[in-house]
T-cell receptor, first 115, second 114 residues
Framework: QQQVKQSPQSLIVQKGGISIINCAYE??????FPWYQQFPGKGPALLIA?????SEKKEGRFTISFNKSAKQFSLHIMDSQPGDSATYFC??????????????FGKGTHLIIQP | ETGVTQTPRHLVMGMTNKKSLKCEQH?????MYWYKQSAKKPLELMFV???????ENNSVPSRFSPECPNSSHLFLHLHTLQPEDSALYLC?????????????FGPGTRLTVL
């Protein structure tokens, strides 16, 4: 119930294209869904996050789409650029145990944007 | 120094050694975390501290021993590790322990156990 399943494991997109990464969760107690971006040699950094009271959130070229009934959410990167090449992690958290909780992460997607 | 720093960045140790990883956050946060990042596996939460008190331990083996002497510093003491413990160990901090607080990660310590 604590799992977050992420796909694809790796993705190659041409410059200017749309990159789409999907995640699914099982635990209905999750109520916060962030996406983290990680470059080689760096720790993950928060990219964008959503709560389940909205179905979409957009920040610049990055959009999260959220489907509460399907328990799925996805990251869309519009006009993908070579600088977007990184590993992307979806995550989920919530007051699962009635107290403090860390993030439950997906396995990550290695994204390569080809010039 | 800004953000979250970790030392050392790389560590090679034998199974009988004792070593410690250090994390320091310069953000004025009250919560700190240890995560383990292994190849082809999700980041795994190991420990959570809030105001220097441990609030969560995700069933981590006793060969990993955390210490949080104050809200800015976090240590992970290692002893009699196994080769499968080789991984990137990430420290993170957040303003407080809450689902909605952004976690800021350090660059990690790449640990290799021989």
């Amino acid at each position: 119930q604590q799992q977050v399943k992420q796909s694809p494991q790796s993705l190659i997109v041409q410059k200017g294209g749309i990159s789409i990464i999907n995640c699914a969760y099982e635990n209905t107690a999750f109520d916060y869904f962030p996406w983290y971006q990680q470059f080689p040699g760096k720790g993950p950094a928060l990219l964008i996050a959503i709560r389940p009271d909205v179905s979409e959130k957009k920040e610049g070229r990055f959009t999260i789409s959220f489907n509460k009934s399907a328990k799925q959410f996805s990251l869309h990167i519009m006009d993908s650029q070579p600088g977007d090449s990184a590993t992307y992690f979806c995550a989920a958290s919530g007051q699962v145990k009635g107290g403090a909780d860390g993030l439950t992460f997906g396995k990550g997607t290695h994204l390569i944007i080809q010039p | 120094e800004t953000g979250v720093t970790q030392t050392p960045r790389h560590l090679v140790m034998g199974m009988t050694n004792k070593k410690s990883l250090k994390c320091e956050q310069h953000l004025g946060h009250n919560a700190m975390y240890w995560y383990k990042q292994s190849a082809k596996k999700p980041l795994e939460l190991m420990f959570v501290y809030s105001l220097e008190e441990r609030v969560e331990n995700n069933s981590v083996p006793s060969r990993f021993s955390p210490e949080c002497p104050n809200s800015s510093h976090l240590f992970l003491h290692l002893h009699t590790l196994q080769p499968e413990d080789s991984a990137l160990y990430l420290c993170a901090s957040s303003q407080r322990v809450s689902s909605y607080n952004e976690q800021f990660f350090g660059p990690g310590t790449r640990l290799t156990v021989l």
